[in-house]
């Protein structure tokens, strides 16, 4: 749809639209910052979508579930082409919604059973864990003066987490890293044919590596995720197919760490450019809880998340077209100001961080939401005691993770020392 054919209402004169640069992040807050000021919704050319910026607005959308779709939460931006499709259906890559882009009472129905297992009691239960792997990892670099913080720590860390929760060991966590960032980008990113057809054959491999956990799980039943999902199961399709429990373990496969590895990334480069709030941490720990909040809020892993319109709705006083994407911006509606003061300001002792939408809101509110809170915190917690002079490295180029809706630094590189 033309941006010409789809708009009603008054017609907003900063074209916004046009300047929006949907896979760059340099630049992209300060565009936000502008949009919620000019131009709190406007159309992208490039993406085809309505790109909604202030709080009050996106809020309002998470939440009505009978004029808004998650359907397209997960869909790729750029649909695949034929020929690759018709690839993976001839390779059994036969993945199919769970409660992420499910509405109603399936969505409902899934993610019940998937909350008995990711609920706060049994994720918090994985502390002790947790804390032992980040302090493997710490070790690693102790003495070592200059690293990449996230090559060394974030990266992996976060998938090993999951391996615990899907009862993995001994797996290669570089490979699943890598399956989880082509998945990324095949959905979120802007692939050309070639890459997308090579990114194809690793989903299937991905897929296929899904099947594995669930298929052992059916042999050697543990106390994990999975083999929750086949208890639950009971060979039963009525309650859940085979597929939707090889759905949701692929979609925690990727999920459930990709996001915590940014927003750990954009937590401690924050804390790190703003030394004197690293500072405070380091004479005050019991700060760190709320240091994590306010990295969710400034600088959130997710910066924007999809909706679909099912009828004409009218958003920040523009009508949006039934059948409507609509890009609700995270980023943006995290730092306006009319709920949060000085918004574009990092500052750990905030009262209403919390507050922040980066989790989303209402029945489709995350559910690893616990577990990414607890990793952040536990990680922080362990860096600040064991490196509480680590710096960044000064004029260092930083790069972005190249999709519409992740967002984290691709590299970091820290002094250790002073």
């Known amino acids: 749809m033309h941006k010409a054919e789809a708009r009603s209402g008054p017609c907003p004169v900063a074209g916004l639209g046009n300047i929006y640069k949907p896979y760059q992040h340099d630049g992209m807050y300060e565009l936000f910052r502008r949009a919620r000021v000019e131009e709190p919704v406007f159309y992208s050319e490039e993406l085809g979508f309505w790109v909604v910026t202030k709080r009050e607005d996106v809020e309002p959308v998470f939440r009505d579930t009978k004029r808004f779709s998650a359907v397209v939460a997960s869909a790729a931006v750029h649909p695949f082409p034929d020929d690759v499709l018709s690839y993976m259906r001839a390779a059994g890559y036969t993945l199919e919604p769970v409660h992420v882009n499910l509405d109603g009472q399936p969505h409902a129905h899934i993610r019940a059973i998937a909350a008995r297992f990711l609920n706060?009691?049994?994720?918090?239960?994985?502390?002790?864990q947790i804390r032992r792997l980040a302090r493997d990892h710490i070790e690693k670099i102790k003495g070592a003066g200059r690293v990449d913080i996230v090559e060394t720590l974030t990266y992996e860390l976060p998938a090993q987490v999951v391996f615990l929760l899907l009862g993995e060991s001994n797996v290669n966590t570089a490979k699943i890293k890598s399956w989880a960032d082509k998945r990324l980008m095949t959905i979120f990113g802007k692939l050309g044919h070639d890459e997308l057809m090579e990114a194809s054959r690793e989903l299937v491999d991905f897929w296929n590596y899904a099947k594995g956990i669930v298929a052992d799980r059916e042999r050697n039943p543990k106390d994990d995720y999975p083999s929750m999902l086949l208890e639950i199961r009971g060979g039963d399709d009525a309650v859940l197919t085979r597929n939707q429990v090889e759905?949701?373990?692929?979609?925690?496969?990727?999920?459930?760490?990709?996001?915590?590895?940014?927003?750990?990334?954009?937590?401690?480069?924050?804390?790190?450019?703003?030394?004197?709030?690293?500072?405070?941490?380091?004479?005050?720990?019991?700060?760190?809880g709320a240091a994590v909040e306010e990295g969710l809020r400034f600088a959130s892993s997710v910066v924007t998340w999809r909706r679909r319109a099912l009828e004409d709705v009218e958003i920040g006083g523009i009508t949006i077209p039934a059948g409507s994407t609509?890009?609700?911006a995270l980023g943006s509606a995290n730092r306006d100001e009319a709920h949060f003061v000085e918004g574009e300001t990092f500052d750990i002792t905030r009262r209403n961080a919390r507050d922040h939408l980066s989790f989303g809101k209402g029945i489709h509110m995350c559910l690893g939401a616990p577990l990414a809170r607890l990793e952040m915190r536990v990680v922080i917690e362990e860096l600040v005691k064991a490196f509480p002079d680590m710096r960044l490295v000064r004029d260092q180029r930083i790069d972005w993770i190249p999709t519409i809706t992740f967002r984290g630094p691709v590299s970091l590189e820290v002094e250790l020392a002073a």
């Open 120 to 128: 706060i009691k049994r994720l918090s239960s994985y502390e002790d």
């Open 247 to 288: 759905s949701l373990v692929f979609a925690l496969l990727l999920a459930g760490h990709e996001t915590t590895t940014n927003a750990l990334g954009n937590l401690i480069l924050e804390l790190l450019s703003n030394r004197d709030q690293w500072e405070r941490l380091v004479s005050d720990p019991s700060l760190i």
């Open 326 to 328: 609509v890009l609700l």
